[in-house]
């Protein structure tokens, strides 16, 4: 099955610096790559997704990029603010070629430091 | 138009007895799935289900465990027999039939419920 790893899995930036999360996936047939924040007791929410036939997509300050020839794809958060402090997760699934279920890193643990 | 529902929220067992979780997947969805997190971990699959069929389980522990969703009503996690490492949040999610035009553009989006917290004293 799939298997998706994550780093680093704890990060730490200056206010209004850049942070970048690194995930690689091991299924080659895996089309569909979404980053979920979870802020602490809270449920995880979707923040940008990628299908496999895009190779960036940016959403003002959150932007995703995907190597699928390497398999591995990145979350970049530019200008961040103290509000990204959460856990921050990427998944791996494979739309509509069958089983659907989105398989998750062990997530980053972002910092902002004021 | 609601999210993802789930209950109870919190829930405390003693050892031994079963807990029950329920959701109830956004309008229009069709497939649900189960996740649980240990504290300061990830999302581990469980389960994933579409309307009176088990999709893949794989990931659900092979005693113990099971779920369910029924034609009507929310689908069902079932814990029998609780231990102490049970203790979880247990979140459900839902994503829209395939192809529909709502995720065309994305993939299969899937939307998480708030959790249900379980403790097992």
């Known amino acids: 099955g799939e298997n998706v790893e994550q780093h680093p899995s704890t990060l730490s930036v200056q206010e209004g610096d850049s942070a970048v999360i690194k995930c690689t996936y091991s299924d080659s047939a895996s089309n569909y790559f979404p980053w979920y924040k979870q802020e602490l007791g809270k449920r995880p929410q979707l923040i940008i997704d990628?299908?496999?036939?895009?190779g960036e997509k940016k959403d003002q300050r959150i932007a995703v990029t995907l190597n699928k020839t390497a398999k591995h794809f990145s979350l970049h958060i530019t200008e961040t603010q103290p509000e990204d402090s959460a856990v921050y997760f990427c998944a791996a699934s494979k739309y509509l070629l069958g089983n659907e279920k989105l398989t998750f890193g062990t997530g980053t643990r972002l910092t902002i430091i004021p | 138009n609601a999210g993802v529902m789930q209950n109870p929220r919190h829930l405390v067992r003693r050892r031994g007895q079963e807990a029950r979780l329920r959701c109830s997947p956004m309008k229009g969805h069709s497939h649900v799935y189960w996740y649980r997190q240990l504290p300061e971990e990830g999302l581990k699959f469980m389960v994933y289900l579409q309307k009176e069929n088990i999709i893949d389980e794989s990931g659900m522990p092979k005693e113990r465990f099971s779920a369910e969703f029924p034609k009507e009503g929310p689908s069902i996690l079932r814990i029998q027999q609780v231990v102490r490492g049970d203790s979880a949040a247990y979140f459900c999610?839902?994503?829209?039939?395939?192809?529909?035009?709502?995720?065309?553009?994305?993939?299969?989006?899937?939307?998480f419920g708030e959790g249900s917290w379980l403790t097992v004293v």
């Open positions: 999610a839902s994503s829209p039939p395939r192809g529909s035009g709502r995720d065309k553009a994305a993939g299969n989006t899937i939307y």
């Open positions: 990628i299908r496999s036939n895009v």
